[in-house]
């Protein structure tokens, strides 16, 4: 059996803390859930993930853990030193007295661990003890869902495939895939964890299931984005309409509304809507971000309007700062 070192598998010194823990399971799922992640062993290397955070994040796992790391360094010091032995780690003799509550850990029987996982803290010390575990909640697991700006301001149903692994007959890590319906709450916004009871990983023996999170993450849309609850939509204009200002009807995310357009309006410049961001008891604000469209000439009417432009306009330069 290889020992696996969880410490070195999440990227955290020995003597991290808890939120140190949470916080670089948190960035090694963003980057290897099979739901997002590109990386080609994305689904074994989100087990290992899992696998290390289960016994980092309990503190009785992660001092038992500590306890046999101090072993297994000793015990593979000494394979080395006689030559013919293995040097496969195996756990010390008397393991299970340092670790009393072997199998009970939540989610012990069910989860997609490797056989390391399984013989120090579940196969192995279930077979070595007579009496039954006691029921245990299931883990919460993590997964990402990706929307668009407009959901947030309409709401509604959406199916999530889900694509996570389990362990196959032989203990392999193989993908697995299912489907869920979620609803998605008006004014959800970046970032934000859409809780699904009963959702995550299988409880042991008559335990409830555990909570899966969905971490809720935008669309990049070129027309919108979002910060917090205030939303940024682009305001394409006409330059007419950015020179001389004056109302314009303009489709918003929050529906159509007449935005007043102050004169010699720049590219770039923000006009702010109250109110009228990301939906909620207090909602964001909407700011519409200037944007000149300059419209292509189809005919002579329309050339000889630019010229005159050009003409009333001569002299005024924009690369030298002369056009203001």
């Known amino acids: ?123 192995g010390q279930r077979a070595r003890s007579s009496s039954p575990p006691p029921n245990m909640r299931g883990q919460d697991q993590h997964s990402a869902i990706e929307l668009e700006v407009p959901d947030s301001y309409s709401g509604g149903m959406r199916v999530l495939r889900l694509h996570g692994v389990k362990l196959d007959a032989q203990g392999h890590a193989v993908e697995d895939e299912r489907e869920l319906q979620v609803t998605i709450p008006k004014g959800v916004y970046e970032g934000q964890m859409i809780r699904l009871a009963g959702q995550g990983a299988p409880g042991y023996g008559q335990g409830p299931a555990g909570d899966l999170l969905l971490e809720v993450r935008f669309k990049d849309d070129k027309r919108w984005h979002t910060q917090g609850k205030d939303v940024y939509q682009q305001l394409p204009l006409a330059p007419w309409e950015a020179a001389l200002g004056g109302p314009v009807e303009f489709n918003t995310l929050a529906g159509t509304l007449e935005i007043n357009i102050p004169p010699g ?41 630019y010229e005159a432009l050009s003409s009333a306009f001569a002299g005024r330069n924009p690369r030298t700062g002369d056009a203001a």
């Open 265 to 305: 309006s720049q590219a770039g410049r923000k006009l702010r809507v109250k109110g009228k961001g990301l939906p909620s008891r207090t909602p964001g604000d909407l700011y519409l971000v200037v944007q000149i469209i300059v419209p292509p000439v189809f005919d002579d009417a329309q050339r000889k309007a």
């Open 1 to 123: 059996m290889e020992y696996k070192d969880y410490y070195k598998i999440l990227g955290v010194a020995k003597d991290a803390s808890a939120d140190e823990i949470k916080k670089a399971y948190r960035k090694m799922a963003r980057k290897y859930h099979p739901d997002i992640s590109k990386e080609a062993d994305a689904v074994a290397r989100m087990a290992e993930v899992n696998e290390a955070n289960a016994v980092l994040s309990d503190a009785e796992k992660r001092k038992a853990y500590d306890q046999l790391g101090d072993a297994s360094q000793y015990a593979h010091a000494h394979a080395h030193a006689h030559a013919g032995q293995a040097s496969g780690f195996q756990a010390p003799p008397g393991w299970e007295s340092h670790f009393q509550h072997g199998g009970t850990g939540a989610n012990a029987e069910h989860a997609d661990y490797s056989s390391f996982f399984e013989e120090l803290f579940g196969r």
